[in-house]
């Protein structure tokens, strides 16, 4: 049974750095598209940064220049890197794939991870 197993984030202080790590464990499959969405209190849920293919990553602008999406396709995991990071950061952090299984395509999400940068 697929599922994303994330990891990291804690607390940091404004200007620290955090990195999310991002598995996909359980089966054989292609991965098509990688995001990481936030969700602050009270909030809506945002598309961090995003890949999709074999494209560049895309960044809000919120984050762009300070996050950093990357991915080991031997290990099929995918990293957030977050650098100089600011209070209005502070939000539950989920990793999402597109997974083809077996000629079908699927949509995955890790547990969430919680990321509060403290002034």
């Known amino acids: 049974q697929v599922q994303l197993v994330q990891s990291g984030g804690g607390l940091v202080q404004a200007g620290g750095s955090l990195r999310l790590s991002c598995a996909a464990t359980?089966?054989?499959?292609?991965?098509?598209?990688i995001g990481w969405h936030r969700q602050a209190p009270g909030k809506q849920r945002e598309l961090v940064a995003t890949?999709?293919?074999?494209?560049?990553?895309n960044y809000a602008d919120s984050v762009k220049d300070r996050f950093t999406l990357s991915r080991d396709n031997g290990e099929n995991t995918v990293y957030l890197q977050m650098n100089r990071l600011k209070p209005d950061d502070t939000a539950v952090y989920y990793c999402?794939?597109?997974?083809?299984?077996?000629?079908?395509?699927?949509?995955?999400w890790g547990q969430g991870t919680q990321v509060t940068v403290s002034s």
């Open positions: 999402q794939m597109d997974l083809k299984l077996g000629g079908y395509g699927y949509r995955y």
């Open positions: 359980g089966g054989t499959f292609t991965i098509n598209g």
């Open positions: 890949i999709n293919g074999g494209g560049l990553p």
